[in-house]
């Protein structure tokens, strides 16, 4: 019997103030995957993960969730099944930090619903995963951009969720979180997509890759398929050597590129 796709894009495009953003997109994601999306600045990275978080409309195409036409969710329901950390971090909370990651379990609870002692220990655990303990009664809004982002990842892990989106998720982290965050991440044994700038961290973390350019989908498969010297040199115009090494825990074998410095194309 065919497995249904947790997501399933055909032919999808979107339109924003008369400009073509994204056109035609076709490809499925499977539960449990960790994608990748890779691509330069404006190639459409964001307008693909609101669309498929609920926040932008396709302008044509179709995209169903299990089977399901996206449209036919209602948001609280949707919410149920899909948690997002976004790139831009809300500075206006005022909540402290507790507070704010107990905003993960709104979906799935009754606006008068009381917090059980075990959904605090679930908050409690999720802020020390991220390494935040030392913060729990601080405010929100006085934490660092990396403490923010780390909390909202916090916040998504107590959702629960099917599928875990995320917008840059490492763009404020120091690279010991960069790394943290992520590996947690795949840890929690959900659907992960996730855009990134770091193509090294990318390869050696995600199952499939997808690469998008000026809107278009240009290659779609494992990071070995898809990191190639002429892809870099076409999508991101840069000038690199790839070459393959051996990845912990399990010794598989990632893409590593080695950029060259100092030339002119």
Known sequence: MAVTPQFQVDKLSVQLGGKAILKALSFAINSGEFIGLLGPNGAGKSTLLRTLYQYTAPSSGALLFNGKPL???GRKAYARHVAVVL????AEFTLPLFDMVLMGLTPNKSLLATTTAAEKQAILHAIEQVGLSHKLEQCFSS????EKQRAMIARAMVQAPQVLIMDEPTSHLDIKYQIQIMELAKQLGVTIIASFHD???ASALCDRLLVLNNGELVADGSPLEVITEPLLSQVFGVCAEVSTVRHPPNNSEIPHIRFHYGYQL
């Open 71 to 73: 449209v036919s969710y």
């Open 87 to 90: 790139q831009e971090i809300p």
């Open 143 to 146: 934490l660092s951009g990396g």
């Open 199 to 201: 193509l090294n961290l």
